[in-house]
């Protein structure tokens, strides 16, 4: 009798205990499953022009870009842009202790470049945020070469970007809308170097005048990206 009670009891534990729901955890940390990634983004780029004003103005900026994770927290992304814009065209001729300036060109660029992105939170998302550091480099191109008022000064006056070395560094955050779409806002500072035409270093205001100097630019994006 003993024992048919105590099985009893152990049998009403059990049966309470059945109907009461399991403990759930919810983190805020999710796992991403999809290693790459492919979009397209745009921004506006804040122009260095340089001390005498040969470089770029201000202006939109367009690309895309690939990603890859290769382990862990570190992504590798490839990435070109479009950045439609103009420069001054400046003279030798001095006015106001300042080049003249003679009118504009365009100064149509591509940007290539790859990066190393270092995800702060891992391969996962943080309340389906991920915040990142990115570095990298590559080479910005002149698409334009000589134009509009570059015909108005001396062939060894005129400006010529060319194809230079560019390099980057910044972070920023991506959104998981979903777990294949994010939406990604970024800021970054992209570096590259002018060289001044030659006639430009001579006389009073060429000794005051630097040869090669290199441009900080900032640029900031937002950009929509499929996960896979």
Do not use: C
Not at 45 to 70: E, H, N, Q
Not at 73 to 85: K, L, N, R, S, T
Not at 104 to 132: I, K, Y
Not at 171 to 198: C, H, M
């Amino acid at each position: 009798m003993k024992a048919f009670t105590s099985s009893a009891l152990l049998l009403l534990v059990a049966g309470l205990f059945a109907g009461v729901p399991a403990q759930q955890i919810n983190s805020a940390y999710r796992f991403i499953d999809e290693s790459q990634a492919a979009g397209l983004w745009a921004g506006y780029m804040l122009a260095d022009r340089g001390d005498a004003g040969f470089g770029p103005k201000s202006g939109p900026v367009f690309g895309g870009r690939y990603s890859i994770r290769v382990s862990g927290p570190f992504q590798i992304e490839v990435e070109g842009a479009y950045i439609p814009a103009t420069r001054a065209v400046l003279d030798t001729a001095v006015v106001d202790s300042m080049y003249e300036r003679v009118g504009e060109a365009d100064m149509n660029m591509a940007l290539l470049n790859g990066s190393l992105r270092f995800n702060l939170t891992g391969a996962r998302t943080w309340h389906n945020l991920q915040p990142f550091f990115a570095f990298g480099a590559g080479a910005v191109l002149d698409l334009s070469g000589e134009n509009g008022a570059d015909a108005d000064v001396p062939a060894d006056a005129r400006f010529d970007l060319g194809t230079r070395f560019a390099g980057q560094l910044g972070g920023g955050i991506e959104w998981f809308a979903t777990r294949q779409l994010t939406v990604r806002l970024d800021a970054r500072n992209v570096l590259w170097k002018i060289s001044t035409p030659d006639p430009f270093l001579l006389g009073r205001l060429g000794e005051e005048t630097v040869a090669d100097e290199w441009l900080q630019n900032g640029m900031f994006s937002l950009g929509l990206s499929l996960r896979f």
